[in-house]
Structure formats: C-alpha cells, structure tokens
C-alpha cells in the first residue's frame, strides 16, 4: 500500500489536502485516480487508511476512513551525534539512520569538519534532510519521524544531558585498546544509547579528552578504516541488533 505524510493532525472521516511533493508524486508520478486507497502517518507514530477523493492542480484531496495499528518504535532510543560530512554521504547516513529506527540525529561542526554551512542556507538544508527522512519512513512503513536538531558545535553537543541510564560511546579509529563488542557485554542491555561519528579526518586529541571528560566510552569497530558514514550505519545496525528490533521480536 503506498504511504504518504502529512502535516495534519489526522482523524478518522475527516478530509485532509496533500499538496507539494506529495500530491505532485500521487497525480503525476503514480497518476493515482479518486476512489484509489492509500495510507497516510503524521509523522508522530500514527497511521490511517484513507482514499483519494478528488485530485486536481492545487493537490489532492483524501479521506481518512480509519485508524489502523502502526508498527512499534524501536524498544531502544538511539540518538546519532553525527560530525557534517559531504553531501552525498551525508544523504546516505540520514537515509539509512531513519530506516534502521534511530530517535534523534544531530549534525555537528568539530574541528577536522571541512564542510560548512552558512546560515542562509541552514534552513534549505533541514527540509532537504527531512525530505529524506520521510522518503525513508515511507520505504519502511516507520510512522514517526526521528528528531532533526540543527547543527550544533562539538563541545555543544557533548554538553546535553543525556537520559541518565544512557550508554555514551564515541567511535575513534585509533583507539586500540576497547571495542564496541566489549563495552555491550560489559554494560547490558541500556534502553538510551548517545554514539558520535567524527568526521573524515577524525577526532583530534583535544576533542577526545573533552568527550572522555564528557563521560563518553572511547571505542573502536575494529582494524578497518571505516567511512564516516559506513561507521554511523554499522554502529545503528549492531545496537538494533543487540538491543533493539532487527528480529521477528524484541528481546527483553
């Protein structure tokens, strides 16, 4: 069934106007016609059935004919500092964070960051994320939306508080003595997990300390020299693994 988001707050027999990209994608990329089902999520975990009443050039309109039982979110909150890196790869990492069911991503400027980005253009480049975002919750059938803070400095970011049960790791290519695998089998299950993902020319000393000063674990995913992004996915993917819900069931 295809899925679309929309911005209202939905109920059941109500009618609701999809416009923009939306409307755009049902009327002349899946040239869909009134009286066509289709399912619609508000981005805060809620999905309904509805049908196409009436499509023309300014939208089109849908109603909402009842409230079906969406999937569950991740048993474990996940929330992704990750350093700004090239558009591209960056892309993919939004993409592949959202499906894999993180809670929360957070660009950061440290300072190996080569990519900056001007205020004037800030704005533009947060719909372009939560474009992506939504294109990735549409793929998987994700009804809510992860959180999207705007990028914040490196020594901001380790600043906030965490959830107190939360397990705090930074992923650092040199370190030589503490693995990811180690620290989830030393700590147990954690239901808050904080991970930072450095640029492409990684972590300085400085920022290290300051992280470890942060209460952050320092760990390694092993001998290879991984890709910032292919270090974000990994990590998510072996969290959800462990802990969250890449299987049939969760584990408790």
Request: hydrophobic share 40%.
């Amino acid at each position: 069934m295809r899925r679309f988001f929309v911005g209202d707050v939905l109920a059941e027999d109500s009618l609701i106007s999809l416009t923009g990209k939306e409307a755009n994608h049902i009327r002349n990329v899946l040239r869909m016609k009134p009286g066509d089902a289709l399912n619609v999520m508000d981005g805060k975990g809620h999905l309904f059935e509805a049908s196409i009443e009436k499509i023309h050039h300014k939208g089109v309109e849908v109603k909402i004919i009842k409230s079906l039982p969406a999937p569950s979110p991740s048993p474990i909150q996940i929330h992704l500092g990750q350093a700004l890196i090239k558009s591209r790869p960056m892309d993919l990492l939004i993409q592949k964070a959202t499906e894999l069911g993180v809670s929360s991503i957070t660009p950061f400027f440290s300072e190996r960051t080569n990519l900056r980005i001007k205020n004037e253009h800030l704005s533009r480049k947060m719909v372009h994320w939560e474009g992506i975002m939504k294109a990735a919750c549409k793929q998987t059938g994700r009804p809510n939306l992860p959180t999207l803070y705007p990028p914040l400095a490196f020594e901001a970011f380790i600043a906030n508080p965490p959830h107190q049960e939360t397990l705090k790791v930074l992923l650092w290519e040199a370190e030589k003595k503490t693995d990811l695998n180690s620290i989830l089998r030393a700590t147990g299950k954690k239901l808050h997990v904080v991970t930072i993902v450095g640029p492409e020319g990684g972590f300085t000393l400085k920022e290290i300390r300051l992280a470890m000063d942060a209460g952050f674990r320092i760990v390694s995913l092993g001998s290879r020299i991984l890709r910032s992004d292919t270090a974000a996915i990994t990590f998510v993917s072996i969290i959800q693994y462990e802990w969250g819900d890449l299987s049939l069931r969760y584990r408790k």
